[in-house]
């Protein structure tokens, strides 16, 4: 259990130095801010925090002194809290009543960690074995676990609760995406001065819970984890979203070239510029292949028989716009096979649109040209 607890300890002290290690990289420009300087502050907390977890992990002395690395640890664990509490604070506002109440978040950090060394070395901390740390029935021992418990838990509490207030104030989306993985992050953490609390109890009463004594570790690493994005996300969370975004439109773009391909070849004249591989300017060529589709498809027109609508097969699915996708991918590939024969159908269809379908927004006729493109793929593959 004690290398679980280890390796859990590892990884939350990894992402908080890979969380620490990726704001330092913007020092040059924002050190000026007061907000990312409390940020960096409130991860060296962090990164503290958790070295002198595995530190304890793997001694029961640290400097000579017994037991000091767990007292290290918790008075980081308490700084690093409130300074989450003010950094949230930094984000939400910057006005006077902002600054007060940081004040009073750093009075009462500062009045808790002294509490907690006095507790300690009253508690004879230092001469006592290490486990005793993990539940005992010393009334004095008890007493300092049970205060770090409750310095940890009420900063959990009032960061969730204002996290959705304050995603709601702003009108920055990475920042909204930054609170809201911060209230998961502190109810995870939570969830983790719970089970410690239960592990505390149980210890100083005797009780065995076995491996369950493990979960406050995994709630401890996980919710730390997800704290360490929620810290960083406002600085790469565009940059993220625009990724993605591209790797959407790449997925289109590649979705869209079996439609593109056997239009292109039946009516070459659509393409503006000679087909290439480049994807330096996708969002360019992803509006080029949507409006050489289109163009295909109307240079098609005289040769789709409207009288029938198309071979659908058991693959077309089960809504009506799958339904629908299959039925024009089929017309179209009835179409293709009309033009390269030169036969015109009696009743063919002219004018119009796919079954007159009419898009009010670029991303919404790109999600249905990929649906027929996909399903006119399915359909060759059927043939």
Known sequence: MNTTRTLLFAISALSSYAALGYRLSQVRRSWRESAYRTLVVTLVFQ???????????????????????????????????????????????????????????????????????????????????????????????????????????????????????YARMTDNVSLRQALRLLSVAAMILFLYCTARAVNILTGAAGVDIGVWQVAASVFSAVGIAVLSLSLTLPSWGASAAKLLEWASSYRSYRALYPLWRDLYEASPDIVLEPPGTSVSDLDYRLHRRVVEIRDGWRDLRPYIDRGTNGAVGPDSGTSEESRQAFSEA??????????????????????????????????????????????????????
């Open 47 to 165: 990164c503290l925090t958790f070295t002198m977890g595995a530190v304890a992990m793997g001694s029961d002395s640290f400097l000579g002194v017994g037991n000091l690395a767990i007292l290290l640890m918790h008075l980081s664990a308490v700084a690093f809290c409130v300074s989450a509490q003010i950094i949230l604070l930094r984000w939400a506002a910057a006005d006077e009543a902002a600054i007060r109440k940081a004040r009073y978040w750093m009075i009462t950090g500062v009045a808790l960690n002294a509490l907690l060394v006095a507790l300690f070395f009253l508690a004879d901390g230092p001469g006592r074995p290490a486990s005793d740390f993990d539940g005992t029935d010393r009334p004095l021992v008890l007493t300092y676990l049970l205060f770090f418990v409750v310095s940890q838990a009420v900063p959990c509490v009032t960061i969730f609760r204002q996290c959705g207030t």
């Open 330 to 383: 089929a017309q179209i590939r009835q179409a293709l096979h009309a033009k390269r024969n030169g036969t015109v159908p009696d009743d063919n269809a002219d004018t119009g649109d796919f079954e007159d379908r009419d898009t009010d927004n670029f991303t919404a006729e790109v999600a249905w040209l990929t649906q027929v493109s996909v399903a006119y793929s399915k359909l060759g593959d059927a043939s």
